[in-house]
């Protein structure tokens, strides 16, 4: 697993992680090497839930974990559009109701 280093800073360590884990998670059939690290970066507890779901098969439950993380990336993209329109429409509202230069920045 990749050494996150403070002189590189904290995102690009947990890009390189996430880097990493996506190629762990490509590199099919899976292997018990590449098993044992996903596990152990997933934590044991989260991937016993895969486990468990998978009927006790380890390579099962990566399977549904990579097609969970497919969805999810899949559901994100639609929440992401959704909550910028929100945004912008509850911004309109603001700015009709109380004027464009009284309307607040939060950052």
Known sequence: MPRVLASRGIIRGIQD???YLIGLM????????NISQ???MLSSDRFETYVLLAGGSKRKALKLFK???????RL???IHVLEICLR???DDKV???????KTIVVV
Do not use: D, Q, V
């Open 17 to 19: 992680i996430i880097l």
């Open 38 to 40: 996903l596990e152990a």
């Open 26 to 33: 490509s590199s099919l059939p899976y292997n018990s090497n």
């Open 95 to 101: 700015k009709l109701r109380i004027g464009f230069m």
């Open 67 to 73: 097609r969970n993380i497919l969805l999810c990336h």
């Open 76 to 78: 994100y993209t639609i």
């Open 88 to 90: 912008n429409r509850i």
